[in-house]
């Protein structure tokens, strides 16, 4: 699958793009050439050679802080996508095998999920159990799960009721072969889009949720924090908020086209899959109450 | 009853100029091309029938043979990109190729009418079946709302469903395959055509229901005189109605005749597998093929 | 016909049970209101290399027929007897092991659905070996003998089922069917959906398994299509097995009205449609 995707010129894209990104959150920190908390009384300064950004209002070097910042934007958006995935796909693969009354509770669980307003419970949780990049993320991790539970139950219930599967049991065929053999590359290439989905709505919320200062204490740099204080300074610094938006925007944009390049080279049924169930059911809902607050 | 044959009993593609057909036929075929004008690339090649009024002719061949198309030529409905490349389609003694998109639409439903092999997929899934018959009806004949409805439960009727009042209220997912071919065909005949296509109306249904509808449609054939173009990818289901058969395979028509000969005495190679195989693997072992006696 | 008829002679001298025997078997689905009986009641044997033929429309529940003896189904009455094994009790793990061994075998209604879209014709017809724990290099080459059997190009044993056509498919899935050298397969309308060139090659296929001495139980709606090769002939009707008799008995000489019906109703290329009458008749005695 991933050979495929980077056959396609939009999938190398996306990939460059990510990898460029991953690239920065592993060495980003190292490269800031001033350190990023160390205010200065040099305060909302025009990009020159020593501040190739300008400094903020409080002096500090934006560049630094964009560089440091990086790291915690991008494990923070991993973070929760990898939660998401655990917590929705484990459930939404066994709401298929293990019988009627897991069914009904799992689904019940999930419509509850959807059905919480997002940034309000994020809010509400880390004010219980404190402002903390870990809270903040495991919450988002758990709203966003619907997303992965959806996917995989709706791929688990095609293959669960086909021919094929049956033919296999006819012949003897365990559950766990049924999953390795016949489930495993059905399931996966739908998971993987909706992983690359996650992937940008992940940071969209990272963003959303460090823009409203939660998970990240105030002089931590963060991509959302930067963006959210530069707009304070607009009338002085009107240059200031692309640099932070750019990146946000560029992350995001090349998960999607991740996400559409594996849709595009995976089967029939991957795609099938997506186009009619995960599309309009699930992405649609959790984007639209995500998006759009940076 | 008698079905003139106009044609040699085997034909081949791009055979001479047709004769002016006689003002009884209700549809008559002159080597018919239809294909993909853009390619030049034709699908099928010179297909030729005469159906008199009150006959009954039957098309054989598999899927790909072109006899589909064929259909939807002589009914005005081809699909993009094909149209016909070549030789007439008269219905009633009309060229169709001078027909405007109205005329066309005139023309279909009124003198000539068709019913497919997936009768659910015509009907509209939120409509009571009834109501769907009588609109029709009401758009064709200009039948007022009251007429219209009781116009429609007789179709029903006629076409032996029972409790027609009930069935009128009934929607699509509530009937049997069967019931909704016939519902199909009462839509079909509603208008009074002078001639039914049957394309694969019985291939999706149990024997006993295909024979149903095949009885039937043999007796509104003898009821309204009304003229049949049966076709079918079984030789026999042609045979149980048919008095003159086309076999269709690749977009020609390999072999054309009275069914009892091309029966007896088949030509090409395709004919006697289709024969042979029911000499060899179906109820004709225990029967023979002459019309001898169950039991 | 010879082959099958040295089956029974075997049989007269060795007096060993029938592969598969159905025995009172009744069937409910659904619940409350949808609560229906499927099957009710139904007897039915196959003997050892033996063809039976069983004939039912829709709704007649010769499917669940297929899948209780299969064990898709369960049961709430009766028994299902596999080479004298009641199989309708097994535990989960006794039954794996039961189909492991691959006695019975079906042949699906569709075979473009039976086939896994993302696994070679390979791996689909090695699967049912690797299940019995069969090594792979083994399991494939038998693929490949089996592939033969069936009339099939090697070539195809590195296709996905999409690239075939129609025809080649289902001799596909009946080769797979094939590989664990079973003693009864279960072909569920094995040539409703294949045009007059196929259906005459499957039906010569399993003429040639028959001759094998593969017991069949060849089901379809159509008794015209299982005429040809079926020994015996049982016509289900509503739940019910209202005739069983041999082919020639129940073609020449039906004694139960639907049965009649049916024979009626089979288009056959007697080009006589005078029983219009008679299959008027008959259903008006079905219906009453």
């Known amino acids: 699958m991933v050979r495929r995707v980077l056959t396609l010129p939009s999938g190398r894209v996306a990939v460059g793009v990510l990898l460029a990104v991953g690239l920065l959150a592993l060495v980003g920190p190292l490269l800031a050439p001033q350190d990023p908390l160390a205010t200065t009384t040099d305060a909302l300064a025009r990009p020159s050679v020593q501040h190739w950004l300008g400094t903020d209002s409080l002096g500090r070097d934006v560049l630094s802080r964009l560089l440091d910042g990086s790291r915690v934007s991008v494990v923070g958006s991993l ?33 509850t999920l959807i059905a919480l307003p997002f940034l309000l419970f994020a809010v509400a949780v880390t004010a219980l159990l404190g402002n903390g990049i870990t809270q903040a993320m495991v919450v988002t991790g758990v709203l966003v799960s619907p997303l992965f539970f959806r996917v995989s139950r709706a791929a688990t219930l095609a ?28 399931v996966l290439p739908p998971i993987a889009v909706a992983f690359a989905q996650t992937l940008g709505v992940g940071f969209v919320i990272v963003s959303s949720l460090t823009f409203l200062g939660i998970g990240v204490q105030p002089p931590a740099p963060t991509w959302g924090g930067l963006l959210a204080t530069s707009l304070g300074f607009l009338d002085q610094q009107p240059w200031a908020p692309i640099a932070p938006a750019a990146l946000i925007v560029a992350t995001v944009w090349a998960s999607n086209l991740l996400a559409d390049a594996i849709r595009d080279v995976t089967g029939e049924a991957g795609r099938d899959l997506l186009d009619r169930r995960t599309r309009r059911s699930a992405t649609a809902p959790s984007l639209s109450r995500t998006g759009g607050t940076p | 009853m ?68 064929t259909c939807r030529a002589v009914l005005g409905i081809l699909p993009e990109p094909f149209a016909v490349t070549g030789g007439s389609v008269e219905v009633v003694g009309r060229d169709t190729a001078t027909l405007t998109p109205r005329e066309w639409t005139g023309l279909r439903g009124s003198t000539i009418a068709a019913v497919f092999q997936d009768p659910a997929s015509y009907l509209n899934p939120s409509i009571p079946v009834g109501r769907q018959v009588a609109e029709v009806l009401r758009v064709k004949l200009g039948l007022r709302r009251r007429a219209a409805r009781e116009r429609s439960l007789e179709l029903l009727a006629a076409v032996q469903l029972r409790d027609p009042a009930r069935v009128w209220a009934q929607y699509p997912f509530e009937l049997s395959g069967g019931m909704l071919q016939r519902v199909l065909i009462a839509a079909a005949v509603a208008v009074e055509p002078q001639v039914l296509i049957a394309d694969e109306a019985t291939t999706a249904l149990d024997v006993t229901v295909q024979a149903e509808i095949l009885d039937l449609l043999a007796e509104l054939r003898a009821s309204t005189g009304l003229a049949l173009v049966v076709v079918s990818h079984d030789l026999a289901v042609v045979a149980q109605l048919c008095t003159e058969v086309l076999v269709m395979r690749d977009g020609e028509v390999v072999e054309q005749g009275p069914v009892s000969r091309v029966l007896h005495d088949p030509q090409h190679d395709y004919t006697r597998l289709l024969v042979r195989e029911h000499e060899q693997y179906g109820l004709e072992r225990f029967l023979g093929t002459d019309g001898g006696e169950l039991r | ?51 039976v033929g069983l004939i039912g429309e829709t709704g007649s529940g010769k499917t669940t027929l297929a899948r209780t003896i299969l064990g898709l189904t369960p049961v709430s009455g009766g028994r299902v007897l596999v080479d004298g094994e009641d199989v309708t009790r097994l535990g989960r793990r006794k039954r794996r092991a039961l189909r492991r061994r691959g006695v019975v075998q079906y042949v699906f209604q569709d075979p473009l659905k039976s086939l896994d879209p993302d696994l070679t014709i390979g791996e689909s017809l090695t699967e049912p070996l690797l299940l019995q724990g069969v090594p792979g290099d083994e399991a494939r080459e038998r693929a490949l003998r089996f592939l033969g059997r069936v009339h099939l190009d090697e070539q195809l044993l590195d296709r996905l089922p999409g690239r075939l056509s129609g025809g080649q498919r289902q001799r596909v899935a009946v080769a797979r069917a094939l590989v664990t050298e079973p003693d009864v397969v279960i072909l569920d309308e094995p040539v409703s959906a294949l045009d007059a060139a196929n259906r005459v090659q499957v039906l010569s296929i399993l003429q040639e398994l028959k001759a094998a001495g593969i017991a069949l139980l060849f089901v379809s709606h159509d008794l015209g299509s299982v005429a040809g090769v079926a020994d015996r002939i049982a016509v289900l009707h509503r739940g019910e097995v209202v005739e069983v008799g041999t082919t020639r008995d129940v073609v020449t000489n039906p004694s139960h009205p639907y049965t009649q019906l049916l024979l009626r109703s089979a288009p056959t290329l007697r080009s006589a449609s005078a029983d219009r009458a008679e299959r008027a008749a008959l259903r008006a005695r079905l219906t009453a």
Not at chain 1, 82 to 103: D, K, N, T
Not at chain 2, 7 to 12: E, L
Not at chain 2, 49 to 68: N, Y
């Open chain 1, 79 to 111: 973070e929760v996508v990898v939660i998401a995935l655990v917590v929705g796909v484990v459930p939404g693969i066994l709401s298929v095998q293990l019988g009627r009354v897991f069914e009904w509770a799992s689904l019940r669980i999930v419509d």
């Open chain 1, 159 to 186: 293959v669960a009721r086909s021919a094929y599967v049956e033919a296999a049991v006819i012949s003897g065929a365990s559950v766990t072969w049924v999953a390795r053999r016949h489930l495993w590359s059905k």
């Open chain 2, 2 to 69: 008698t079905t003139t044959l106009t044609r040699p009993a085997t034909t081949s593609a791009g055979s001479p100029a047709p004769d002016q057909p006689a003002p009884t036929h209700a549809l008559s075929v002159r080597d018919l091309h239809v294909g993909d004008p853009s390619t030049g690339h034709d699908i099928v090649r010179g297909v030729s029938f005469d159906l008199p009024r009150g006959g009954v002719v039957g098309v054989v061949g598999e899927s790909g043979s072109g006899k589909t198309l």
């Open chain 3, 1 to 51: 016909m010879t082959t099958s008829e040295t089956a029974y002679h075997r049989l007269s001298s060795v007096p060993s049970p029938p592969v598969l025997s159905v025995e009172d078997v009744r069937v409910t689905l659904g619940r409350g209101l949808h609560r229906a009986r499927i099957l009710d009641g139904v007897s039915l044997t196959v003997e050892r290399g033996e063809t």
